[in-house]
């Protein structure tokens, strides 16, 4: 009997399969006793299990490349983290098997992420990850993830960790489903990246038997179980008709009445260049910079790197856009040298743009870097600062930009209402803005992006979230100013119609997600997409939201 079930929706697409469940995790080790005398042969275990897992990891990442690379990097440094690595030794050295000493001490510092506010709760699962890696490896069993199977299948898991999700084989796991995670999570953004449906924040899909068949849509959030034949036929004919869609429409964003909305990418680095470039990105609305400074947290790189880097991105679009946010580290990033190393709660501490203020030499050279990277190319750059929260943040940035040499326009990214609130005093000193709809919807709501328990809230969808767009694009109208959206939000393609309504100039997303947008763009007329969302700001909650904009845009 088909059954119906709905979770968060992350990754478009519909997948068909059997079920199958991800590989059980790591038991854990018996509390046993060592004598004394074994203690450093112990800890020689330990610190070789914590490299090889390291490594494993890293090669994992230059295999998948692109953001699963710098992902699968960070989540190495976790490995190796010295204050973690001397917490085991310790615990060793008073009797525990290098085992148990791993077990405890990855424990002791999950227990701290949560002291922490739970802002860093998001990383548990990556923190699970690496424990459950370096045990197999003490105890000589199989390491923990996805099945084996000649067959293609429908994966299920509590969560994923981001190493399972990068290496992904798209011809054999048709799309998963995760009990946990929520629309930002690292497995959300890396399933969006690979093009595998996926849907999250499903309670209950562990229960799910093996060898069911399911029905996964990945746009509405959707799980049918045991899917009759006529739904499957209902939602291939849709797939199809999708896949017709996407072929049929290319060149730049626009509604069906001509109304340009340029789609960019976003993008970790160069080795993202090639996907945004096949999707006809018409240039890049998000350049994290991050990757750069991830390689070593204990100093900046130099100019001359960040040049280099800078260059291969900015050379792949002629012509074109290329937004590049300056470093954004602290929070679930921290850096060494940048950061700092205790704050009750580092979501609303030093991060981002303050970071960079405390430490002008390193604003200073990235700017600098920028303004060589750009000489000579017909490229259009635009530099913008993250966490602004009001005015005096947007002129010191500015002001930096100028005195770096920077010619660029400057902007400011709105992820704090207080930007959104207060967008016009922020454009006296900027020339752009860019919302970062995830730490919107974060600060907005009180709810960590990273925990699967308030996902609800951080759904893009939300009234209250769409009115905060709506101020930051009527302000940035009432300047003669483009205001665009570099969030996750931009790669719902239903949304990206009510984005447009509500006076965003562009749409910046994952490269997968452009085809979908622009088919969906050119269906509708400004003025739909207007109405649209002045019916989704009517409702009271998400679901209403959506389910209002949808009914006008189908025409019902």
Not at 123 to 151: C, F, H, Q, Y
């Amino acid at each position: 009997m088909e059954t119906t079930l709905r979770g968060v929706g992350v990754s478009h697409g519909v997948a068909i399969g059997e079920v199958r469940h991800m590989g059980t995790a790591v038991l854990e080790p018996p509390a046993k006793q060592i004598p004394a005398e074994e203690a450093g042969r112990e800890q020689g275990r330990a610190r070789q299990a914590v490299e090889a897992v390291a490594a494993d990891l890293i090669a994992r990442g230059n295999l998948a490349g692109g953001e699963a690379q710098h992902v699968l990097e960070a989540q190495a440094m976790m490995a190796q983290d010295p204050e973690l690595m001397a917490d085991v030794e310790r615990r060793i050295a008073v009797g525990s098997t290098a085992e148990r000493g791993v077990y405890d001490a990855f424990a002791a510092y999950r227990a701290l992420l949560a002291n922490a506010g739970e802002y860093l709760a998001g990383r548990v699962a990556d923190l699970d990850d690496v424990r459950n890696r370096i045990v197999a490896r003490l105890l000589g069993v199989p390491m923990p993830g996805v099945p084996d199977s000649d067959e293609p299948y429908v994966l299920i898991a509590r969560d994923l960790a981001p190493a399972d999700t990068a290496l992904l084989d798209p011809t054999l796991v048709l799309g998963f489903v995760t009990e946990e995670g929520g629309p930002t999570s690292h497995s959300a953004i890396l399933a969006r990246a690979l093009g595998v449906p996926a849907v999250v924040a499903l309670p209950g899909a562990g229960e799910l038997a093996e060898g069911t068949v399911v029905a996964v849509d990945g746009s509405t959030g959707e799980i049918f179980v045991e899917p009759t034949a006529e739904k499957r036929a209902e939602l291939e004919a849709a797939a199809a008709a999708r896949k017709a869609a996407l072929s049929a429409s290319t060149g730049p964003g626009a509604t069906s009445d001509g109304h340009k909305v340029p789609l960019l990418a976003n993008i970790g680095g160069p080795a993202d260049v090639p996907a945004a470039v096949e999707a006809g990105a018409e240039g890049v609305g998000l350049f994290r910079t991050e990757f750069l400074f991830l390689d070593d947290s204990k100093q900046a790189p130099s100019e001359e790197k960040q040049v280099e880097a800078y260059r291969k991105v900015l050379e792949a679009f002629p012509e074109g856009r290329v937004v590049v946010r300056v470093l954004d580290a602290g929070a679930d990033k921290p850096l060494d040298f940048l950061t700092p190393a205790e704050e009750p709660n580092p979501a609303l501490g030093v991060r981002g743009l303050r970071s960079l203020l405390d430490h002008p030499d390193v604003l200073r050279t990235q700017l600098t870097a920028l303004a060589k990277a750009v000489e000579g190319l017909p490229v259009y750059l635009e530099v913008m600062a993250p966490m602004v929260a009001d005015r005096t943040d947007a002129r010191a940035f500015a002001d930096a930009c100028r005195a770096a040499g920077l010619r660029a326009k400057f902007g400011a990214m709105v992820e704090i209402p207080s930007a959104a609130l207060r967008a016009r005093s922020v454009l006296q000193e900027v020339e752009f803005l860019s919302l970062g709809t995830n730490d919107l919807a974060q600060y907005t709501f009180a709810a960590d992006r990273q925990v699967g328990a308030v996902s609800r809230l951080q759904d893009p969808w939300q009234p209250a979230l769409l009115d905060l767009v709506a101020a930051s694009a009527d302000a940035a109208k009432a300047e003669g100013k483009s205001c665009g959206v570099c969030g996750e939000a931009a790669a719902d393609p239903l949304l990206a119609c009510v984005l447009t309504g509500l006076g965003v100039t562009s749409l910046s997303m994952g490269a997968k997600a452009i085809p979908y947008v622009r088919a969906t763009l050119a269906k509708h007329t400004l003025a739909q997409c207007e109405r649209a969302a002045a019916a989704a700001r009517a409702t009271d909650t998400a679901d209403e939201a959506r389910a209002a904009a949808q009914a006008v845009l189908s025409g019902e």
